[in-house]
């Protein structure tokens, strides 16, 4: 199971480009409320009928979470005792975590950057604390992988099928979206 947190100011086609692309690789995603509400509005006014609320999963069966980013998605992200709760155990647990655009300051204010080479959008490079920030569109160190923002989403759902499918499953759709043209 995959769960990707959606808060109210979520950049939605950062969340909803990397279900899709997971979701067309045959992984499970569900899309996870934090709000209280199945259905939230993202950044952009556009409302997202979520899966479940975050009450309601096992995070100890997860095999990824996903932070998107958006504002004030990532710091709504932050703010939330129980996607902190579910982050720190999943990194406890030595699984991966996964968070984009501004997203990755959930990380780097739970302190799990230390030592790790990590990017975002730019202007958040100081809540990577303890991170060595790389500037790349995706960047994979350990179980940590975090994007740049809007334009890094394909690269980054991509890499994250290579993570949780295999490369060629992640070759197959960068061919079949026409990735590989761009």
């Known amino acids: 199971m995959i769960y990707l947190f959606f808060a ?4 939605e086609i ?17 899309i996870v409320s934090i709000t209280g509400e199945l259905t939230v509005a993202g950044a952009h006014g556009i409302k997202v009928v979520t ?5 309601d999963i096992d995070v100890s069966k997860a095999q990824l979470l996903v932070l998107p980013g958006g504002l004030p998605g990532a710091t709504n992200l932050a703010a939330h005792p129980l996607v902190n709760k579910a982050v720190l155990a999943h990194a406890a647990a ?23 080479h990590a990017t975002c959008y730019p202007g958040f490079e100081g809540e990577l604390t303890g991170a060595t920030y790389t500037g ?4 994979h160190d350990g179980q ?9 989403v394909f690269e980054f759902g991509y890499t994250l ?16 979206m026409i990735w590989s043209e761009v």
Request: some cysteine; proline content about 3%; glycine content about 12%.
């Open 14 to 30: 950062e969340a909803l480009a990397t279900v899709d692309i997971l979701r067309r690789a045959g992984l499970d995603v569900q």
């Open 144 to 152: 940590f992988i975090t994007g740049k923002g809007p334009a890094a």
């Open 136 to 139: 790349a569109l995706v960047e």
């Open 51 to 55: 899966d479940t609320l975050v009450e």
């Open 161 to 176: 099928v290579e993570q949780f499918k295999d490369k060629a499953t992640a070759d197959a759709l960068r061919q079949g």
């Open 8 to 11: 109210t100011g979520t950049e």
């Open 94 to 116: 030595g699984r991966t975590v996964a968070a984009i655009c501004a997203a990755p300051l959930v990380l780097g204010r739970l302190g799990l950057l230390q030592g790790y």
